[in-house]
């Protein structure tokens, strides 16, 4: 399902979807679920960051959904409310929004440099599925850090600044213009987390360099850093960064 011609938005401004599931559980226990999602947007701005200037975009989504348990004491059942384990059908929400923004600016009159920002807030409801919660943790991911590292989250925010600027390489190493070929990345990476069916919290953090090129029209992306534990890291994908 699509919605479009919204006032103030892009001609698709989102959709919505209807799932049912059904999973095993590490305990053994089959569960039935169903749920709907609604994705809002992205709503976009030429106006960008106020007093600044750029380009900005706004996406939210909502899922409400509900989940059946054949057996209500299923044993890994992280929650110790018997009033609530005795429950067959338990009602989850998840909820959440990222905003863009990226501000072209020139150094010195010549190279435009962009500055491009990203950031996502995540929540949800207690009895979220446990392969949503996983879905939670691999979305908050810092680069540094391993890829499964966070865990299941029950809420995040994440944030990410990177400075763009781009360079040129030595023109047989490169069959385009010499002039803008490249493109180094100054960034920085954290997430604050909320680990599911439980209060503890933690924060994790990163900065780095990185360097975008792309070759026989693959863009390519390695990207080197140091966590807030000191730890370095690196890492090679490919694939475009984010725009708005």
């Not at 990185?210 to 000191?230: A, H, Q």
Request: aromatic share 8%; with cysteine; charged share 20%.
């Amino acid at each position: 399902v699509r919605w479009q011609n919204l006032p103030y938005c892009s001609p698709q401004t989102g959709g919505a979807s209807v799932s049912l599931e059904q999973t095993l559980t590490q305990g053994g226990k089959l569960e039935q679920m169903g749920s709907t999602r609604f994705e809002i947007g992205p709503f976009y701005s030429e106006k960008g960051i106020p007093l600044v200037g750029g380009r900005s975009s706004v996406t939210s989504t909502v899922m409400v959904g509900s989940q059946y348990k054949n057996n209500a004491a299923s044993s890994d059942d992280t929650s110790s409310n018997s009033s609530d384990n005795n429950q067959r059908w338990l009602p989850y929400t998840l909820g959440s929004v990222m905003m863009r923004q990226a501000v072209p600016f020139k150094i010195l009159g010549k190279k435009e440099v962009t500055l491009a920002l990203q950031h996502s807030a995540s929540t949800s409801t207690k009895f979220l599925p446990r392969h949503e919660c996983n879905a939670l943790g691999l979305a908050a991911r810092i680069r540094g850090y391993p890829a499964r590292s966070n865990g299941v989250l029950s809420s995040s925010l994440v944030g990410t600044t990177e400075l763009r600027v781009p360079i040129s390489l030595p023109s047989q190493l490169s069959s385009q213009s010499p002039s803008n070929d490249g493109t180094l990345v100054l960034f920085s990476d954290y997430a604050f987390m909320e680990r599911s069916h439980s209060n503890e919290r933690f924060l994790k953090s990163s900065i780095g360099v990185g360097l975008r090129k792309s070759l026989m029209n693959v863009p390519v992306k390695v990207d080197f850093c140091i966590t807030k534990d000191g730890k370095p890291g690196a890492f090679v994908g490919v694939g475009h960064d984010f725009d708005v």
